[in-house]
């Protein structure tokens, strides 16, 4: 099956030579092609050009997608997400306007705990569809490639219960879906900390790697949830499960999640909000890729992480949403890049590829997501007539995605 793309104003995010990460001055490179054509085949990236320079022959293409003067962009690659939820909290969100900290509220009992009972109470099939219309969602938006995680369990039944919703969603969807195993979000109600981290590494981990239910394993390193002592050993449990840690850290405070991530050989270390000089060292040199979330910094009114200074000292940096119902419920990556430009001081060649590429890295998907290029899955998506690339981030709440495209099918 071949389709061409046609009528494209401008080819972007396409790479000649794909590399898996871009790091530093290598970030401000987000390579454009105007007036270009686009050729997909059996749902891969084939070839692609500009018009000045030749179309393909036309004799033996299957289907032709008009671009109308659009752009064409690689699908978002959204590597931070807790999608798989019950429910709403919009009365903590009040609670947080009436002078509640986050913390304060999850100290209360609320938060993901409030979370863990709603989930508790709805079917495995109820919860599904709940996740597939945020799904739905975001892909509308131009998200094609997403990692969600578990967390809203805290016991072995409702942990499974998310895990296989996450599955299910895999199998179902035509976006590329990664899971990940987040027992250690919150210590259960009526548990007591050394019990529960007992029962994560004791009985969890190995359930959850005998039936093959994560991809990866995180853990909330941070003040007043878990500390990078337990972190570790939950670590080195998942390692002998074949799950590399994708991390919560210093979200909260500097918590150490840095370096027990970087040891444990992390793909990502998430948040990093309250992150230290100190730990953009500890990064450096390593195959672990810091991933900010400022969408949870605008909920939240926290500082933003520092993405510029690690981009500034040679480092790669990934944007994702967080999307869950306590500190981020917002999927939208093009937001995120426009937080990214706003208040991260990126440029929005730099806030691109930390939403593609480096998203992608963050996800272990960069060798197949993330950027147009040879042979990788063909998940893009079609704007709106748009001035320029810099005009996404710049117009913050214009919409901008107008068709959608999976695996070369039509969403
Ligand atoms: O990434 N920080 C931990 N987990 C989520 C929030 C979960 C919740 O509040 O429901 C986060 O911000
Ligand atoms: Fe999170």
Redesign the pocket.
Known sequence: MKQLVKNIRCLAGVEYEPKLRLQGKEMAEFNTIDDAWLLVEDGRFAEFGSVADGMPALVDIDETIDAEGGMVLPSWCDS?T?IV?AGS?EREFVDKINGLS?EEI?RRGG??LN?ADLLHNTSEDELYRQAMRRLDEVIRKGTGCIEIKS??GLNMEDELKMLRVIRRMKETSDARIVSTFLGA?AVARGMTQTNYVRLIIDEMIPEVGRQRLADFVDV?C?RG?FTPEETARILDAAAAWGMRPKI?AD?LASSGGVEVGVKHGALSV??LESMTVEEIEILRHSDTMPTV?PG?SFFLNMPYGKARRMIDAGLGVAVAS?Y?????PSGDMKFVVSLACIKLRLQPSEALNAATINGAYAMGESAEYGSIAKGKVANFFITHQLPSVDFIPYAYTTPIVKKVVLRGKMQ
């Open positions: 931070h807790h939820f909290r986050y999850a938060g993901i979370s967390g809203y979000h909330f941070d949830f919560h979200e998430d948040h979330l949870t967080d869950n119902p306590g500190s981020t």
